[in-house]
């Protein structure tokens, strides 16, 4: 992920806004994307170089990379925790690219990963539908 994906991430994100008010905006911001290896040429003052999704959420969508945090039995959720970003990377991991988990020596493959990796987001059924 980087600032050129900025038009096809903003085109995939859901017309949401992501945050309510500022506070909650910046409760999340501060505890997440502070430490995150993406938006960190932007607290290096290279604002050109940050985290598009910060720029995304602040335009009135909600990236698909966000992620539902966790939630109490009412539905209440912790600013802080409200979502789950897929893409963060802590700046003080060695190795912040997320590797794949090899396959065992000499266990065959069935079928190639790369067709199946990517980002998912499960939602709610529609109204009036049931699961079986």
Avoid: K
């Avoid at 039995?73 to 802590?90: K, L």
């Amino acid at each position: 992920m980087s600032p050129d994906d900025y038009e096809r991430l903003y085109d995939e994100a859901r017309e949401e806004p992501a945050f309510c008010n500022g506070t909650e905006a910046e409760d999340w911001i501060s505890a997440n994307c502070a430490v995150c290896v993406h938006d960190r040429p932007a607290r290096l003052g290279d604002d050109t170089r940050g985290c598009p999704l910060i720029l995304i959420s602040l335009m009135d969508r909600r990236p698909v990379q966000w992620l539902d945090g966790p939630r109490d039995a009412e539905g209440r959720y912790s600013m802080a925790r409200q979502y789950t970003c897929i893409e963060f990377r802590h700046e003080d991991d060695e190795d912040p690219e997320p590797r794949p988990t090899p396959d065992p020596p000499g266990q065959g493959v069935l079928m190639p990963r790369e067709p199946y990796t990517g980002v998912r987001m499960l939602t709610a059924l529609p109204e009036g539908v049931s699961a079986p």
